[in-house]
C-alpha cells in the first residue's frame, strides 16, 4: 500500500484485514496452520487474499479431469 501511495491508518487496516479473514473463515475459505509453526511466529496473524479464479478455469479443471482419464 506504501507503494501505491495509498493513504490508511494501521487500525484501519487491522479492522479491513479482521473482516476478510472472519469472512473466509465463516466460509472455510481458509488453510489450517498447524500448531508447531503458528506457534514459532511471535504474532500469528495471517491475513488472507482473495484471488479470483480466472476466465476459463471450470473448462481447465474439465478437461484436466479427462486428460486424466485417458491415463
Known amino acids: 500500500m506504501r507503494e501505491a501511495d495509498i493513504d490508511y ?6 479492522t479491513v484485514a479482521s473482516a476478510y479473514l472472519e469472512e473466509f473463515q465463516a466460509q472455510d ?20 487474499i482473495h484471488v479470483r479464479y480466472p476466465d ?6 474439465w ?4 486428460r486424466f482419464e485417458e491415463l
Request: glycine fraction near 8%; proline fraction near 14%.
Open 9 to 14: 491508518t494501521p487500525e484501519k487496516l487491522f
Open 29 to 48: 475459505l481458509t488453510i489450517a496452520i498447524p500448531g508447531p509453526i503458528a506457534r514459532s511466529y511471535e504474532d500469528p496473524f495471517f491475513f488472507p
Open 56 to 61: 476459463g478455469w471450470e473448462d481447465g479443471k
Open 63 to 66: 478437461h484436466t479431469y479427462q
